[in-house]
C-alpha cells in the first residue's frame, strides 16, 4: 500500500477503529459522534489502499498520534488490539458506541462509553450552516497542546484517559460563555470523601471560537451571524451532555452577555437549546469562579498568594488571594475589544499600537489600583489569549537553564509582541503554535499579556489551563441534580461576602 504522508493526515480528527473489512460495520454514529466533537473522521477504510503490514499500520500509526481522539465502534476485530493499545499508551481519549462484552479485553482500557440512542439524528438540532462550526480546544495547533499540558504540570496522558464514572464521582458539565469563545467540558467531580486535594477527571471538553461579542462595542446588540454560531454550537454541546449521561448542568456567561442591549434574548435562545437557564456573572462572580478554577488545577511548587489574570475578550478579571479570593477586580479590558477599538489595519500603524498600549495601561493601572500586595503574589495567566501566547513562544524553543516549566518569561513574551506586530493576518496563521481563530485579536492578546506583566512588575508568568470553565464545574459539586445553578458567591468592593 502507499501510505499517506504525514502532512496528507496532519488535522485535526478523530480516529475511527473498527472491523474495517467487515462490511456489516456501519460508521454513522461514527461520524455522528465526531461531527458533535467537532472533528472529520478518519476511516482506513476509506484512506488507505490496502492493509497490508507494515505501510498500513505506519499510515494507522501516524493517523492516531495526529488524532484528537478515537472512536471504536462494535464488531471489533482482532487488527483492533494494536490500534487501541497504541492510541490508550499515547493518551488518547477513547470513545466506544454500543455496549462491548463482559469479557471483552477492551474493558481492561479506560474509555468512555457512549449510548448510540443519543447520537441518533433526532437527537440533533440541524446546525445554522451545515457544518462543524468549531474545534476541541487547539487541536489545531499541531503538537503545541501536548507540550503546553507537558510544561504546565500532569502531562497529556493524565489529562486525556479519564475512566468512567463511579459511584465515587458526579458527572458535571460546565459551559463558559464569552466575547470570545463558547466552551464546554464533562468531568467527573471526586466525592467530599477524598478530600479536598482530588482532582476532578475530565471526560471531553469542547472549545468553540464563535466571536459572539463581535462588534457589540460598536453596535450594542449581538451580530446575528455569531448569535447563528451560538445556536449551533449550543446543538452539539446539547448532544454531547446527553451522550455521555452528565447529572448536573451549569451555564455562565460573561461579559458579552452583560454588555450587549439583547442579551435576554440570547439567554433565551440558550433556554430554548439547552433547557437550561444561563446566569449571568457579574466580573466579581466570574473572577471567584476562575480563581477556585486556578488554585484547583494548581501543580506543585507554586506558592501562594495568587495573582490570577484571567484575559478575555471583552474584560479582564483580576483576583487575589491564597486558598480562595481575598481581592477582586473586573477591568474593561478585552482582546477582542482592543482589536476593534484600535488596531483596525493589518498589520497595525505604530498610531493604532501606541494607542492601544496607552488604552491598556490606563486599564491596568486602575485595575491594580484595587488589588493590595500584589507584590509577593505569583502572577497566573489564563484563557486563550495567555495560552496562544506560551504556544507561539514555546514552538520549536527549548526551555534556558532554570527556566521553570509552564513558566512564561518576560523576554520570550516580548519576543512573541516583537514578532507579531511586524505581520499581516497571513503570516500570523503561519507562525508555529497559532491558533488559526485567534489570528485576528493575537496582537491585542500579546500586548495584554505583556503589558500585565510590566505592570506587576513580574519576570515570569505561570501558564494555568484551568480557569473559569473548571471553576463553574467545581461549583457544581453541591448542586441539586439536572438543574443550574443560583448565583456565585457575592464580592463587596472586590472581598468575597461569606
Not at 492516531?64 to 476485530?77: L, T, W
Not at 449550543?234 to 446527553?242: E, K, R, V
Not at 477591568?331 to 505604530?350: F, K, M, N, Q, S
Not at 503589558?451 to 459539586?477: N, P
Request: with cysteine; aromatic share 4%.
Amino acid at each position: 500500500m502507499n501510505a499517506p504522508t504525514g502532512r496528507a493526515i496532519r488535522m485535526p480528527h478523530a480516529y475511527y477503529c473498527a472491523k474495517c473489512k467487515n462490511e456489516q460495520t456501519d460508521p454513522r454514529d461514527a461520524e455522528r459522534l465526531a461531527d458533535i466533537l467537532g472533528l472529520p473522521l478518519w476511516l482506513p477504510k476509506d484512506k488507505a489502499d490496502s492493509f497490508g503490514f507494515p505501510d498500513g499500520a505506519l499510515a494507522c500509526q501516524r493517523a492516531i498520534d495526529e488524532a484528537d481522539c478515537v472512536i471504536c465502534q462494535p464488531p471489533i476485530g482482532r487488527d483492533c488490539a494494536w490500534e487501541l493499545g497504541y492510541a490508550a499508551g499515547t493518551g488518547k481519549k477513547i470513545y466506544v458506541i454500543g455496549p462491548l462484552p463482559e469479557d471483552d479485553w477492551m474493558t481492561k482500557i479506560d474509555i468512555h462509553y457512549v449510548d448510540p440512542a443519543a447520537l441518533a439524528p433526532r437527537s440533533r438540532r440541524p446546525r445554522a450552516d451545515g457544518g462543524p462550526v468549531g474545534v476541541p480546544a487547539f487541536a489545531e495547533q499541531d503538537r503545541m497542546q501536548d507540550r503546553i499540558w507537558d510544561r504546565i504540570g500532569g502531562g497529556a496522558a493524565s489529562l486525556r484517559r479519564p475512566g468512567p464514572p463511579s459511584h465515587a464521582s458526579t458527572r458535571v458539565a460546565a459551559i463558559d460563555c464569552g466575547t470570545n469563545s463558547l466552551r464546554l467540558i464533562v468531568a467527573d467531580l471526586p466525592s467530599a470523601e477524598r478530600g479536598p486535594a482530588a482532582r476532578m477527571v475530565e471526560v471531553v471538553e469542547r472549545f468553540d471560537i464563535i466571536r459572539l461579542g463581535q462588534d457589540v462595542g460598536r453596535t450594542g446588540r449581538l451580530a446575528r451571524k455569531a448569535v447563528d454560531r451560538a445556536r449551533a454550537v449550543l446543538a452539539d454541546y446539547a448532544a454531547l451532555i446527553t451522550a455521555f449521561d452528565v447529572e448536573r448542568v451549569r451555564m455562565c456567561a460573561t461579559w458579552v452577555s452583560r454588555g450587549s442591549a439583547d442579551g435576554e434574548e440570547f439567554l433565551a435562545l440558550v433556554r430554548d437549546t439547552l433547557g437550561l437557564t444561563s446566569e449571568v456573572l457579574s466580573g466579581g462572580q466570574e473572577a471567584h469562579l476562575a480563581f477556585e478554577g486556578v488554585i484547583r488545577g494548581l501543580a506543585g511548587g507554586i506558592e501562594a498568594p495568587y495573582l490570577m489574570a484571567d484575559i478575555g475578550g471583552g474584560s479582564t478579571q483580576f483576583a487575589l488571594g491564597t486558598s480562595d479570593v481575598e481581592h477582586a477586580v473586573s477591568a474593561d479590558l478585552g482582546c477582542v475589544r482592543i482589536t476593534e477599538h484600535h488596531l483596525r489595519t493589518d498589520p497595525p500603524t505604530p498610531q493604532q499600537i501606541a494607542a492601544a498600549e496607552e488604552a491598556i495601561g490606563a486599564e491596568l493601572d486602575k485595575a491594580l489600583e484595587a488589588l493590595p500586595g500584589t507584590r509577593d503574589a505569583a502572577l497566573i495567566g489564563v484563557s486563550e489569549a495567555v495560552t496562544t501566547v506560551a504556544a507561539i513562544a514555546w514552538a520549536g524553543a527549548f526551555s534556558p537553564a532554570g527556566h521553570r516549566p509552564g513558566c512564561l518569561t518576560y523576554h520570550e513574551v516580548d519576543r512573541v509582541v516583537t514578532e507579531l506586530l511586524a505581520t499581516t493576518a497571513a503570516q500570523r496563521s503561519r507562525i508555529p503554535g497559532m491558533h488559526p481563530d485567534m489570528v485576528d485579536v493575537i496582537v491585542a492578546s500579546a500586548l495584554v499579556v505583556r503589558a500585565t506583566m510590566k505592570h506587576t512588575g513580574k519576570e515570569t508568568m505561570v501558564v494555568s489551563r484551568h480557569g473559569l470553565l473548571h471553576g463553574i464545574a467545581w461549583s457544581l459539586g453541591d448542586r441539586p441534580p439536572h438543574t443550574a445553578s443560583p448565583s456565585a458567591a457575592a464580592i463587596d468592593n472586590g472581598k468575597v461576602r461569606s
